[in-house]
């Protein structure tokens, strides 16, 4: 592949003054294709475009919102149709001397993973020179071959935003498909002989105040419940419904190495959602197109929480996503009992009403008791891996269970399962793609 033929990725986030001098300073070497994936606060986004604008063969794409290292170099991996050797190169780095590319090249052989600075880390992605096991490839200038780099996790939303892609190396024991570039160390950092390109070690965060990936949350509960039965070791993970992100930044708060995908179809709270994921759909769940799949496909978690009594047809959203789940994936879901007790005594008395906070909630258009849970998932290909019944303690429900003795007698049913089926107000459900 010719170096002129290589594709350059870059993610820019507030810093216009960075990106103009790394343009004009590869400009001055090469004419390769450039792609500016921005993330910029809108009035800032404007100054970038114009700059990109401002150089040849260079394509600006805005997000119109912060989307992060990591997530934008794997929109880039996904949507743009890279093929062959791809040049990843952070924001602020200017190239200093021709010759680089061919340099980086060189040392790329066609089954490498990429080529650069190795540093050694351990497994949170911090910094070990002495004594850390995990090979990080620095994405702030590294080489790589495309097919090789889609065979394996993708960069996320992290301080090291190659993490989960270097552990799974690692772990795999394929470290040696990484390839270290000594000049590429000697100029990282470096304020005095340059090889080829400048970069001062987090020029970006220092110019933008930060990584900004904890802005806080609307002030609203996490499902306990619900979370204590995601898995801790889930890699990728997708929630549907995720709302203003505050589950998503749960479960990250104790497990940040993993990518995880919202899905909210209010554009407001899809927004709140975004700094707490690595990339969120602002779509209705059951209109998502081929590209939303494809970019959850391999998925080894979904989430949904009080999702399903929602969606007019959850059979097929179970067989959609059964279809395009890693094997043996699991999903863990919250459904409210329809069976409740207090659900029950309403409909004696004619009240089918649905009122925010109860069984029967106003965005509801689906109803389930335990039975039909399990039939559900059963038949969208899931078998039943664990879960729990959520009991509150409620007043005056005592006594309405004699009469639902009473009724499940009359009809020929078993007593007391009827009153254990009456008693959970919600279920948490742990299915495992069978």
């Known amino acids: ?115 650069g600075s190795i540093q050694q880390v351990n497994e949170q992605g911090y910094d070990r020179p002495d004594d850390g096991e995990v090979a990080y490839l620095h994405p702030a200038c590294m080489l790589v071959n495309m097919d090789v780099m889609r065979q394996w996790p993708l960069p996320i939303k992290h301080g090291a935003p190659m993490i989960t892609t270097m552990l799974a190396l690692h772990r795999a024991g394929k470290a040696h498909l990484l390839k270290h570039v000594q000049w590429v160390r000697d100029d990282f950092g470096s304020e005095t002989a340059r090889h080829y390109i400048k970069h001062p070690w987090q020029g970006t965060v220092v110019r933008t105040g930060g990584y900004h990936y904890d802005l806080p949350a609307a002030d609203s509960a996490v ?37 995880y995908t919202g899905v909210e179809a209010d554009p407001a709270l899809a927004n709140l959602a975004r700094p707490h994921c690595d990339y969120v759909f602002n779509t209705d769940i059951e209109q998502a197109d081929d590209k939303f799949y494809a970019h959850v496909a391999g998925a080894d978690c979904w989430i949904l929480g009080d999702v399903l009594s929602s969606l007019r047809d959850p059979w097929a959203m179970l067989a959609r996503i059964r279809r395009h789940i890693k094997p043996g994936g699991t999903v863990v879901a919250s459904l409210r009992n329809f069976q409740h007790w207090s659900m029950q005594a309403r409909l004696a008395v004619g009240d089918l009403r649905y009122q925010p906070g109860t069984v029967l909630d106003l965005p509801d258009v689906r109803v389930f008791t335990r039975g039909t849970i399990l039939d559900m998932f059963q038949q969208a290909g899931f078998r039943i891996a664990g879960g729990t019944p959520v009991i509150r303690e409620e007043a005056g429900r005592e006594a309405f269970l004699p009469a639902l003795r009473a009724l499940a007698q009359a009809s020929g049913s078993d007593p007391e399962t009827a009153v254990q089926d009456a008693l959970p107000w919600q279920y948490i459900i742990l299915a495992q793609a069978a």
């Not at 604008?53 to 991996?77: L, Q, R, T």
């Not at 549907?240 to 104790?254: D, P």
Request: charged share 15%.
């Open 223 to 259: 499902d306990q419940h619900l979370l204590a039965f995601v898995p801790p070791d889930a890699q990728k993970l997708v929630e549907v419904g995720c709302h203003n992100g505050v589950f998503a930044k749960a479960y990250r708060a104790a497990h940040p190495i993993c990518d």
């Open 1 to 115: 592949m010719s170096t002129a033929h290589i594709p350059v990725i870059t993610v820019s986030y507030n810093s216009p003054d960075l990106i103009e001098a790394l343009l004009r300073t590869f400009r001055q070497f090469y004419a390769n294709k450039v792609y500016v994936i921005d993330g910029s606060n809108p009035e800032i986004s404007l100054q970038i475009k114009a700059i990109a604008e401002s150089f040849p063969n260079v394509e600006f794409i805005p997000f119109g919102y912060n989307i992060h290292h990591g997530p934008g170099m794997s929109w880039a991996i996904r949507n743009l149709g890279l093929e062959g050797q791809v040049l990843f190169l952070d924001s602020d780095v200017e190239i200093v001397k021709g010759g680089f590319l061919e340099s980086l090249q060189s040392e790329l052989t066609p089954e490498l993973w990429g080529v």
